[in-house]
């Protein structure tokens, strides 16, 4: 789980520069893609925080919307 949430770390983190702002909104963006990575990235989660982007980049057309919004916004 320690692994998930840098993950989504990760992700909230990306286009963000105010550590506050990444902070608080990194709580957000890491339910908006939680379910989305555990469903269908769940095997790459130990490949590192990249892989894991590329692959919810792949399954985009089946993400949940609040998913694949967070990556748009993020330049994803």
Known sequence: MT???AILSLLSLLGMTAVASAQGAGEKHHSDCARDVARYCRSKMNDGDMVVLACLKEHRAKLSKRCA???TEHGE
Do not use: D, E, P, Y
Request: hydrophobic fraction near 50%.
């Open 69 to 71: 919004r967070t990556l």
């Open 3 to 5: 692994r998930l949430a």
